[in-house]
Each structure stands twice: as structure tokens, then as C-alpha cells.
């Protein structure tokens, strides 16, 4: 996905020449975006699952009890603890470890720009605003050129981050299992 940032002037304003263009491509974007949320939804209760487990397997109500309130990245961060003291007592890492990391970092922040970005304000190339960033020298507004393929890309690297999670936990398992 490419990204833009045009500067701030007196209002916030979007460019957006073709409305019946830009109607059409919401059209054909909006069941992604809802594919996005809804498993990016199972990926993180797929997370809570194995995060509560790791607290106690006689009960998810402890696990709860700390996850309650807790952002998803905050879980990515817990998770990621508790990981790196599990691997503390073996040789190395389980392979792919590192990549599961920057996955579930990476769905989490692809996440957060499809259900956050004001689709309404979407122009002619594709390009959606996302963000008003603010620095001390000047205020520039954001845009992510999202597109079909792109958002079918971010659907793919959440199942296939859910599935590499599964794979891990299970390795988990199973290394525990022989000890």
C-alpha cells in the first residue's frame, strides 16, 4: 500500500473529483474492510485464548481478569513476555517465532487503518485518509492508497498470522508435553 501526505491548510479537506467513481470503489471495498475486522476479531480471541491458558488452564476467568480493558497491542506486548521467559529454557526459539511477532504487530496496525480510515473521503487513485499528523514544524494530512488486492493482501496475513500463532502453541504444547 503506498501512502501520501499532503500539507494542512486552513480546513481539512480531501480531493475527491469523481464521486460516483470513488461510491463504486467503496462498493466493491466495504465487504473486505468487514473481513478484516471480523478475523482480525478471531485472531485476537485466538490470542486471548492462549494468554489466559498461560496464566492457568483450570480456568479463563484469571486470564480475563488481567486481559479486561487490555489493546491488542498491549497483548501482542504480554504475549511476547511471556514467550521470550518460555524460550529462556530452551536452546533457541521455535522457527518462525520472530516472524509471528512482527505478523501479529503488522496485522494489528493494517487492522487499525482499515476500520480507523475515513472511507468517505476516498479520491480518484485509490488514496483514503487515514490521519492528521502534527509535528512542530507543520500539520500534514495522511492518505494509504488502499485497493482491492491490497485489502484481500491484509485478510491473507491475518489468517495466515492465526494460523502460525496455532502453530506455535501447539510446538509449545508439545515441547512441554516431553518434558
Known sequence: MKSKRTQFQQHLYHEIEDEEKAESYLSDSMPLIGEIIMYFNGLESSLDSFLCETFTDRTDSTGLIVLHKMGYSAKVDLFKRFADDFHLCMAKPFDGYGELMANLKESGRLRNLAAHADWENTDNDGYTYVSLRISKKQMEQEY?????????KIINLIFETRTCLNNYWEAKEAYLGRL
Open 144 to 152: 494509504v492508497q488502499f485497493s482491492i488486492e491490497s485489502l484481500q
